[in-house]
Structures are given as structure tokens and as C-alpha cells.
């Protein structure tokens, strides 16, 4: 159902999607009875408009979308209202840019960005974050699996940039792509030890729309400690550390602690929770 509070506020997508199903009308329908008002417009096109991947902003795509209201049986403008200003292009079209990411971890990543579309970085608001490692029975780090709720604060953010320091680590690891998500570029550098992956979601978002996606980074033979850099705040951050049963550590501590702060169960698992966290988080240990 259309209700008057959808038409006044929005989002334009879930307007269109509610007169659509009011409408009891198929997509193809639609396009049929637009091409009967001298408008050609396609399925996938509609079906991007109705869950937010893109929106009209094109002058044939406004005029479609006056006549699509008609079809719909909508108050004139009741749709196009709800776009508000056209989306920013060219550097207004990305906020901030790489700014963050090399004011963090400085200049040995700026030649790595290059060539990687770095916008979508800031248009995404990190909700939560949960990395969880697992450490050998000789006290090294081997795999950490990341898992992160996000949701777009623009249109079109569609990529996370993942940013990795070996931490003097004999070999570069493997970052291995999880649900909603695939690697598509990898640029490290073994002289700093520093590499960046481009990981790109399954679809772009809109402005408002969440996804949840995971990747792994295997292979790490990291001494000691796990350290994870946060550029941007993260509401809910979860770190858990798995150890070897048969070699749980004999300390353990936050890595900003100066004393030896936290305690493996059992089990071989020690965790810390953070909120609104930013800046450098992660543990360290003692075999």
C-alpha cells in the first residue's frame, strides 16, 4: 500500500515499490503501457528503480517516470518529488576519497591505491565489525576472518578496500573473497609489506541499503599479535582470538595495555569488545 507518509518522505524506491504492488501490475505490464504513452523503457531498468540500484536522472528518464506515475495511478510529481537534487558527479561524487585511508597508514599504501576506485570508502557507515584469528601452537597468527555489517550513506557505494600490513611477516598471505563479495584486484608491495585488496560487493547499494560480507586473510605467520587498523568509526567491534588447545598462551593483553590485561579460557579463546571504536585495536600474547 502507497500511504500519504511514503509519498511525503520516501525513499523514492520504496515509494515505487509499494505503487507497483498496489498497481497489481507486472513489470512487463508497465513497460507495455508505457510504450503505449511513447515511453521505451526496460524490465531491469524498473526493477533497479524499485530496489533503490539506481535511480531517473537523465531527462528521458524524468520524462519516464511522469508518465510511469500516470500508469500508476500517482498524483502528478508524487514520485519525482522524492529524488531530491541529482547525485554529485566527479570529485563531489566522492567523499573524502583516499584521504583517510593514507592519513592512517601514511605513504607506503598511496602507490598500492592506485588504480583502485576509493569512494565507496567513504560512503559507508561501518555498524560492526567482527574479527575473529586463530593463532598455531607456536604462537602464530595463521588466518583471521572478518565479518562486517555495513550500510551505504550514498548511492553506489559497491567495494570495500581492505588494507593489510604483514607486520614483518615472511611472506605476503592470501586474502580469500566470502559471501557478497570478490576480489578484484590485489596490489602489496614486499618491501613494505603492505598490500591492498579491492573487494567488490555483489551489487551497488543505495543510499540506506545494508549488506553483510566476510572475507578471510590466510596464511599471515604473523608473530605474536594481531593489530587492526580503523580509519573510520565502527560502532560494534568484536575481536575474538582463537588459540591452539595445546598451547593457549601464558599472557595475554590488549595492545594498547601496558600490563598483561586479559586471559585465554580454557578453551584457548580470549575476546574484547569495543564501541564506536576508531584508530589502532588488537591484542598481543605471550607463549
Not at 505503487?19 to 513497460?31: C, K, P, Q, V, W
Not at 584486484?185 to 618491501?191: A, F, I, Q, S
Request: with cysteine.
Amino acid at each position: 500500500m502507497v500511504t500519504p507518509e511514503l509519498l511525503a518522505a520516501g525513499p523514492f524506491h520504496e515509494a515505487l515499490r509499494a505503487a507497483i504492488s498496489a498497481s497489481g501490475l507486472a513489470l512487463d505490464r508497465i513497460r507495455y503501457r508505457l510504450r503505449l504513452r511513447d515511453v521505451s523503457i526496460s524490465v531491469p531498468t524498473l526493477s533497479n528503480w524499485q530496489s533503490g540500484r539506481r535511480r531517473p536522472e537523465r531527462p528521458e528518464s524524468l520524462r519516464a517516470l511522469a508518465e510511469l506515475e500516470a500508469v500508476l495511478d500517482l498524483p502528478p510529481q508524487a514520485l519525482r518529488s522524492l529524488l531530491g537534487p541529482p547525485r554529485p558527479r566527479g570529485r563531489a561524487a566522492h567523499p573524502k576519497g583516499p584521504e583517510a585511508m593514507l592519513k592512517a597508514w601514511g605513504k607506503p599504501i598511496e602507490h598500492l591505491l592506485a588504480g583502485i576506485d576509493t569512494s565507496s570508502d567513504g560512503r559507508l557507515t561501518r555498524l560492526s565489525q567482527h574479527d575473529r584469528i586463530e593463532v598455531d601452537a607456536g604462537g602464530r597468527l595463521v588466518e583471521v576472518a572478518n565479518r562486517q555489517v555495513l550500510r551505504a550513506s550514498h548511492d553506489g557505494a559497491d567495494r570495500w578496500i581492505l588494507v593489510w600490513d604483514t607486520d614483518g611477516a615472511a611472506r605476503m598471505p592470501e586474502v580469500v573473497a566470502g559471501q557478497h563479495c570478490v576480489l578484484r584486484t590485489l596490489n602489496t608491495d614486499d618491501e613494505t609489506g603492505m598490500m591492498v585488496a579491492e573487494l567488490v560487493f555483489d551489487a551497488p547499494l543505495a543510499r540506506g541499503e545494508t549488506i553483510i560480507m566476510e572475507y578471510r586473510i590466510v596464511g599471515t605467520a604473523q608473530p605474536d599479535r594481531f593489530v587492526r587498523r580503523l580509519h573510520r568509526t565502527t560502532r560494534d567491534y568484536v575481536l575474538e582470538a582463537r588459540f591452539d588447545p595445546a598451547a593457549v598462551p601464558a599472557r595475554c593483553a590488549r595492545i594498547s595495555s601496558p600490563s598483561w590485561d586479559l586471559a585465554a579460557g580454557p578453551a584457548g579463546a580470549v575476546h574484547l569488545i569495543e564501541f564506536n571504536a576508531t584508530g589502532t585495536i588488537g591484542i598481543r600474547w605471550m607463549m
